[in-house]
C-alpha cells in the first residue's frame, strides 16, 4: 500500500539529474525553450553560471588612441587611459513549485515504486514546464513602466530584451540611429546610452506601403523620434541592419544551424512579420537568382533564417501613445507618447503599427545562473491550513544579462505618405 511518508521522503531523497549541476539544468533547459535556449546552447557553465552580490562585466566603449607617428629624438608624453565602464544587473528570484494530496498517493494500486516514479516523473514535466515557460515570457517582458522593476535592486522582474533592443532613438547621434534609453528608463545595466552613445541598439525603418525593393527616402517626423530619418522599403531594411549588427553569412544551411558562431545569429519576428516578408519574396520572384517554392516556407536573409517567436503575436511592448493621433498613416507624427505601458504591433494605439524584426546575436545575450541556486529543490513542506496537500519547491536566482547593445537591432516600421 502506498504512503505518503514514504513517497514525500522519496522526492526528498532523489532528484533528477538535471538538477545535479548547472550543465545539466542547461541542456534541459535547450530541449524544451525556444529563445531561451538559443541563448544557452553550447555556452560554457563557466559563461552561465556565476556568484557574488550582483551580475557584473566590464566594458570599453572608447579606444582612447595613443597611437603616434615620430622622428628620432622626438620627446613624449606618457598617459594611462582609463577606457572601462562596469555593467551590473541585480539577481532575479523565480520559484515555482510541485505539489500532491495524500489521496493522490495513497489511492494507487500496483507496485508503490513504479507508481513512485510515475507520480515524481509527472510532477517534475510540470514544474519544469511552467518554470522554463515563464523564463521564456518573461524574455519579452515590457520595459514600459519598469525601469525600477528590472534595473533597481528591488525590484522583481528580470530584464526582457526590450530592455536591451529598442526602436527609442537615443541622444548620442554620433553613431547614426540607434535604439537608446528604453522609454521612461534613465540607465541600462547602470550605464546612460544618452552619455555613452556605443552603450546602444541599432535601428532601422521601413515603409510599409513601399514595394520591398523600392530606394530608401527621407521623412522629417513629428512627435516620438523627431527628426529627419532615413526609411527604407523592406529588403533595404534587411541590407541595412545585416550590416549595421555584422552578422556574418553561413556558407550552407548545414554551417548554420551546426557552427554555434552562425547559429547564435537570430532573426525573431511575430507571424505578421514572417508572412509579410515571405508576400514580399512572393512579389519579387522573378527577380531572384533561383526559383523557389511559393510557400517560402524557411524564409533566410544571406543565409539566416527568419524565425517565428510566438511571443511576438501579442506581446505588449512597443511604443503607443493617445488613440486620437495614432492613426496607420502616420503614428508618430503629433503623437503623445505613453512611458508607462506598451501596445502589440497592432494595437489600437501603438505607435506605427506593423511588424518588427528583431536582429538578435546570442553571444553577447546570455542568461545568468547563480552558482548556488540554479533550480535547487527544498524540503517537502505543508501549510497547516491544508493539511492534506504537500509542496516542494524549486527556486532559481538568476537574470538575463547583455554586454553589447550595439551588436543587436530592431528594424521598425513607419509610413511615409
Not at 527616402?217 to 523627431?226: A, L, V, Y
Given at each position: 500500500m502506498p504512503s505518503i511518508t514514504q513517497f514525500n521522503d522519496f522526492m526528498a531523497s532523489t532528484g533528477p539529474a538535471y538538477l545535479k549541476s548547472a550543465d545539466a539544468v542547461i541542456n534541459e533547459a535547450v530541449k524544451n525553450n525556444y529563445v531561451l535556449s538559443r541563448l544557452l546552447k553550447e555556452k560554457a557553465s563557466e559563461t552561465l553560471v556565476q556568484g557574488g552580490t550582483s551580475i557584473k562585466d566590464v566594458i570599453v566603449f572608447d579606444d582612447a588612441s595613443t597611437y603616434q607617428k615620430y622622428q628620432p629624438n622626438d620627446t613624449f608624453t606618457w598617459s594611462n587611459p582609463q577606457v572601462t565602464d562596469t555593467l551590473s544587473a541585480p539577481w532575479r528570484f523565480s520559484m515555482d513549485y510541485m505539489s500532491w494530496t495524500d489521496q493522490e498517493v495513497e489511492l494507487n494500486d500496483g507496485d508503490a515504486k513504479v507508481m513512485y516514479k510515475r507520480l515524481k516523473r509527472i510532477k517534475e514535466m510540470r514544474m519544469w514546464t511552467s518554470m522554463l515557460n515563464g523564463m521564456e515570457n518573461d524574455l519579452w517582458a515590457p520595459s514600459q513602466g519598469n525601469s525600477t522593476n528590472m534595473e533597481g535592486s528591488g525590484?522583481?522582474?528580470?530584464?526582457?530584451?526590450p530592455a536591451f533592443i529598442t526602436e527609442d532613438i537615443g541622444a548620442v547621434t554620433t553613431f547614426g540611429e540607434r535604439g537608446g534609453r528604453p522609454i521612461g528608463w534613465t540607465t541600462v545595466l547602470g550605464i546612460d546610452p544618452d552619455t555613452d552613445g556605443r552603450w546602444s541598439n541599432q535601428i532601422s525603418f521601413y515603409d510599409r506601403a513601399l514595394?520591398?525593393?523600392?530606394?530608401?527616402?527621407?521623412?522629417?517626423?513629428?512627435?516620438?523620434?523627431?527628426?529627419?530619418?532615413?526609411?527604407?522599403?523592406?529588403?533595404?531594411?534587411?541590407?541595412?541592419?545585416?550590416?549595421?549588427v555584422q552578422f556574418k553569412a553561413p556558407l550552407t544551411q548545414r554551417q548554420y544551424f551546426e557552427e554555434t558562431n552562425?547559429?547564435?545569429?537570430?532573426i525573431l519576428c511575430s507571424r505578421l512579420g514572417l508572412n509579410q516578408y515571405k508576400r514580399s519574396l512572393r512579389a519579387t520572384n522573378d527577380m531572384l537568382v533561383s526559383p523557389q517554392d511559393s510557400a517560402y516556407n524557411t524564409p533566410t536573409f544571406s543565409g539566416i533564417p527568419l524565425e517565428y517567436c510566438a511571443n511576438l503575436d501579442d506581446a505588449a511592448i512597443f511604443p503607443i501613445g493617445n488613440a486620437s493621433v495614432n492613426d496607420d498613416k502616420s503614428g508618430r507624427d503629433g503623437a503623445t507618447l505613453v512611458t508607462t505601458s506598451g501596445g502589440s504591433e497592432t494595437g489600437s494605439t501603438t505607435i506605427d503599427k506593423g511588424a518588427r524584426y528583431w536582429f538578435v546575436n546570442g553571444q553577447y545575450l546570455t542568461p545568468i545562473f547563480h552558482s548556488t541556486r540554479y533550480m535547487k529543490k527544498h524540503d517537502v513542506m505543508r501549510h497547516p491550513n491544508q493539511p492534506f496537500?504537500?509542496?516542494?519547491?524549486?527556486?532559481?536566482?538568476?537574470?538575463?544579462f547583455c554586454n553589447s547593445r550595439q551588436r543587436h537591432g530592431i528594424i521598425a516600421p513607419v509610413k511615409t505618405t
Open positions: 525590484g522583481k522582474e528580470p530584464y526582457g530584451l514595394p520591398a525593393n523600392d530606394a530608401a527616402t527621407s521623412k522629417t517626423f513629428g512627435g516620438f523620434n523627431s527628426g529627419t530619418r532615413t526609411v527604407h522599403a523592406l529588403f533595404g531594411a534587411f541590407d541595412e541592419m545585416y550590416l549595421k552562425f547559429s547564435r545569429q537570430m496537500t504537500w509542496v516542494q519547491p524549486v527556486d532559481c536566482w538568476w537574470n538575463l
